[in-house]
């Protein structure tokens, strides 16, 4: 009987015997077999592999990796104190850390990946990867050109590695406008998706480049969204409130002023919500409570 996904073993290890060494050809391995190796393969290998062929590709696809995102924006001053670049005008952590065996386990070090997208000029950018031993940083890269803002540039990163790894939690702590992402954004799928657990979203002003992302989260992610400045009046755009991912979320919290009204508010099946708002009354918070009420019932 071939194997399978469902009838293979639940405990299966490269490594169990290591008295016994046998050699075979890659090409002669199953799929699944091929697929159980390559999850201990760190990322600048799986990167390398699937470039080698379709069937690598394909491969490296399947695996579907645990992988948590962060992206992080420093300015000038912070790249200058972290990293001991000068001369840029700021710049873009893009931080993933993944669980090579699938089980995410935090009290464990995991092993990252750390790319810098830099900017000297408005419109463009280049990337670098670096890494940071002992206090000191070792930039491992040669510089990569975009001809867009450090923003777009690393969300098409994000999507990129979003079609073969499995994005658990997404970070976004950003100043730059948002506009610079809706042309990356348009060119997508909903079939990707960039965060399956939790998003986390700070950004500087009018949040509602959120809810252009709403197609690429899963049903059910939590939301954590902040603003670094404070908003002129509250966010009232209400295709956001009548999504059905944001009604399907575990966990809302806002930390900025929100226009949503009563019968959005006893729309969302949230089990924690939190966010300030002016316009909801008695009785949409009483509709709300009926209706956890009567789903938990």
Excluded at 5 to 13: G, I, R
Excluded at 70 to 91: A, F, P, Q, V
Excluded at 122 to 135: A, D, I, L, P
Aim: glycine share 4%; charged share 25%.
């Amino acid at each position: 009987m071939a194997a399978t996904e469902d009838n293979f073993p639940a405990q299966f290890d490269i490594f169990d015997d290591v008295q016994v060494v046998e050699f075979h050809y890659w090409n002669a391995l199953p799929a699944l077999i091929k697929i159980k190796i390559l999850k201990y393969a760190p990322f600048p290998t799986l990167r390398n592999f699937m470039l080698l062929s379709k069937e690598s590709y394909e491969l490296v696809r399947r695996i579907r990796i645990p992988t948590n995102v962060y992206l992080l924006e420093r300015t000038s001053r912070e790249l200058k104190r972290r990293y001991g670049i000068r001369n840029y005008r700021r710049g873009l952590e893009f931080i993933f850390e993944w669980f090579p065996d699938g089980i995410m386990d935090l009290s464990k070090h995991q092993p990252f990946h750390n790319l810098l997208f830099l900017e000297k000029e408005e419109g463009c950018c280049f990337v670098q990867r670096f890494v940071r031993k002992r206090r000191r940083t070792f930039n491992l890269s040669t510089r990569i050109g975009y001809n867009t803002g450090i923003l777009a540039a690393a969300f098409k990163t994000l999507f990129n590695i979003a079609k073969y790894m499995d994005i658990l939690d997404l970070s976004v702590l950003t100043n730059s406008p948002f506009e610079e992402i809706e042309g990356v954004i348009a060119e997508m799928t909903s079939t990707v998706l960039i965060a399956r657990e939790k998003l986390f979203m700070e950004t500087n002003g009018e949040p509602s480049a959120t809810t252009s992302l709403l197609r690429f989260l899963h049903p059910g992610c939590e939301m954590v969204l902040s603003s670094s400045s404070e908003l002129r009046e509250p966010f009232s755009d209400h295709s956001f409130w009548n999504s059905e991912t944001v009604r399907a979320s575990r966990d809302i919290q806002v930390l900025f002023p929100v226009g949503i009204r009563d019968d959005e508010l006893s729309q969302l099946r949230t089990k924690y919500l939190m966010m300030n708002t002016p316009f909801v009354t008695s009785h949409g918070i009483a509709q709300l409570i009926m209706v956890r009420t009567f789903c938990s019932s």
